[in-house]
């Protein structure tokens, strides 16, 4: 009797779910029958190569196709043209992580029903949490004697010292992870103005608590996936004592609540305080996005997210810059060349003169991009249509930046390492490449796009003129890497010299 009734009632629900779906059978790829409860059309993903899974997927059914990623109908986009104009319109602007019991957990949601902070928000809220991000960015400034050139510069030392340490007991290093707490530092002085030694227990397990954030949010864990776009199975992990996004965040969410007790606002202040006047100058309007607790909770929304999108992306970046330096000793050395006489730290100001330093960090970018390989997904806000498809409003998108990075109808040789294409062979000087969007394009372009560029500029320049850097001894570099929210590489470990 309770099979039957098991079965009927499965029945009736996976009727219901198709009948909810079939709006988007139109489009290429899989299609509603095949699309499970909770997880979709996941299982076709059942690879740890999952990145290269979804370019076998884009080869058979084109450039846009539905692959539906949890319980929701989703398309990969893989075209540049397609996806710029995708980036571009307000109708594709939204995001769905208000819909995920975890994210609701994680990040908080105003009286409005808006998820708080900057990546995960939509319409009035991400307008004013963006704006309000990128006008403190800019006002502590990017020039030689501005502040946040300043901390990346003194955190760029210390780190030196550290390997410069290390090397008196070893010739080889391991950089897995090795970049985080320095990343993560840079962040945490950038809110409090606090300097802090990067070696100090709470510093590492800042870093640790981030990283964990990052391994329960990624795709690659079947569990991860169902406990992400399940409340049922959410709660169960919970109350199991099973990894889950909440469990992680919550050291995290704990010391942000702490730390912004701690303050008065102040215009001029850092970046809390500065964010606290805000909010007060906002007491008169109570509809403001940053009137009262309202206005605390996206605060606390939009430090989370700086601590997540602006530390672990940036430490995979310097792993890969320095294994695909290794590979290269050559390029190490032109690097060298055009670095020795620059005082250190260098600055955005000694961008235009030393072109090939840009160039490394640019090709590094193209060759493996944060997010593993995807870009975050938007959802699309209203009926509308597309390069001659139809996407109704709920449809999630999934921009596969990585197709894009490696079609060699943008890039002659794709899959190689070459800084040199990003050179003018007449001038010298270094050129830009619109198919680089490993920050987006459009309205949701990364706000902390210059922020990490002048991290990994100041940081490459600081290694480079101390080190060099080779496999280990007898070894070949392994550009083999792990799946998560972004691509990690499986080994970093590099036989390290001083010059």
């Given at each position: 009797m309770w099979l039957q009734f098991f079965v009927f009632f499965a029945l009736v629900w996976y009727i219901q779910r198709w009948l909810q779906m079939k709006s988007w059978n139109h489009f290429k790829g899989f299609g509603s029958l095949t699309s499970l409860p909770i997880i979709g059309h996941s299982y076709k993903l059942n690879t740890p190569f999952i990145v290269e899974r979804v370019e076998e997927l884009c080869l058979r059914f084109g450039s846009i196709f539905r692959l539906d990623i949890g319980p929701f109908p989703t398309v990969?986009?893989?075209?540049?043209?397609?996806?710029?104009?995708?980036?571009?319109?307000?109708?594709?602007?939204?995001?769905?992580?208000?819909?995920?019991?975890?994210?609701?957990?994680?990040k908080g949601v105003d009286d409005y029903g808006n998820l708080a902070g900057v990546a995960s928000s939509s319409g009035a809220a991400w307008k004013e949490q963006r704006r309000f991000m990128q006008m403190q960015l800019g006002d502590l400034g990017l020039r030689k004697t501005d502040k946040l050139v300043t901390i990346i510069g003194e955190e760029a030392n210390k780190m030196t010292d550290i390997i410069e340490r290390s090397l008196n007991n070893q010739e080889v290093m391991d950089f897995s992870r090795f970049f985080l707490p320095i990343t993560n530092n840079i962040i945490w002085r950038l809110l409090t103005g606090k300097a802090t030694n990067i070696e100090d227990p709470e510093v590492k397990q800042l870093s640790l608590a981030v990283g964990k954030v990052f391994s329960t949010m990624t795709p690659s864990s079947k569990l991860n996936i169902v406990q992400m776009n399940s409340s049922f199975f959410y709660k169960m992990c919970k109350w199991v004592g099973a990894e889950n996004v909440i469990d992680a965040s919550t050291p995290i969410l704990n010391m942000i609540a702490e730390e912004?007790?701690?303050?008065?606002?102040?215009?001029?202040?850092?970046?809390?305080?500065?964010?606290?006047?805000?909010?007060?100058?906002?007491?008169?309007?109570?509809?403001?996005?940053?009137?009262?607790?309202?206005?605390?909770?996206?605060?606390?929304?939009?430090?989370?997210?700086?601590?997540?999108?602006?530390?672990?992306?940036?430490?995979?970046?310097?792993?890969?810059?320095?294994?695909?330096?290794?590979?290269?000793?050559?390029?190490?050395?032109?690097?060298?060349?055009?670095?020795?006489?620059?005082?250190?730290?260098?600055?955005?100001?000694?961008?235009?003169?030393?072109?090939?330093?840009?160039?490394?960090?640019?090709?590094?970018?193209?060759?493996?991009?944060?997010?593993?390989?995807?870009?975050?997904?938007?959802?699309?806000?209203?009926?509308?249509?597309?390069?001659?498809?139809?996407?109704?409003?709920?449809?999630?998108?999934?921009?596969?930046?990585?197709?894009?990075?490696?079609?060699?109808?943008?890039?002659?040789?794709p899959d190689r390492f070459l800084p040199e294409r990003f050179i003018d062979k007449e001038t010298g000087e270094f050129k830009s490449n619109k198919y680089v969007v490993t920050f987006s394009a459009g309205k949701r372009r990364c706000p902390g796009e210059q922020l990490a560029r002048t991290e990994s500029y100041v940081f490459l320049a600081a290694l480079i003129k101390k080190f060099t850097f080779h496999p280990p001894q007898g070894g070949?570099?392994?550009?083999?890497?792990?799946?998560?929210?972004a691509l990690y590489p499986k080994y970093a470990k590099l036989q390290v010299s001083m010059r």
């Open positions: 990969i986009m893989s075209d540049f043209d397609e996806m710029r104009e995708m980036l571009r319109s307000d109708a594709f602007n939204g995001r769905h992580f208000h819909k995920l019991l975890p994210w609701r957990d994680v912004t007790k701690a303050y008065h606002s102040d215009p001029k202040g850092n970046y809390i305080e500065r964010n606290l006047a805000e909010i007060q100058a906002q007491d008169g309007d109570s509809h403001h996005i940053s009137h009262g607790a309202r206005g605390m909770l996206h605060m606390r929304g939009t430090i989370f997210d700086l601590f997540l999108a602006g530390t672990d992306t940036t430490a995979t970046l310097l792993e890969w810059i320095l294994l695909y330096l290794a590979d290269r000793p050559d390029l190490q050395e032109k690097l060298y060349s055009e670095l020795k006489d620059k005082e250190q730290p260098v600055t955005t100001e000694d961008k235009m003169d030393t072109p090939l330093t840009v160039a490394v960090i640019e090709e590094t970018l193209r060759m493996c991009p944060m997010g593993s390989g995807f870009g975050l997904p938007h959802m699309v806000t209203e009926d509308t249509h597309l390069a001659g498809h139809f996407f109704p409003k709920g449809t999630h998108i999934f921009p596969f930046v990585k197709l894009v990075h490696r079609n060699p109808k943008y890039f002659e040789e070949k570099i392994s550009f083999d890497y792990n799946t998560g929210l």
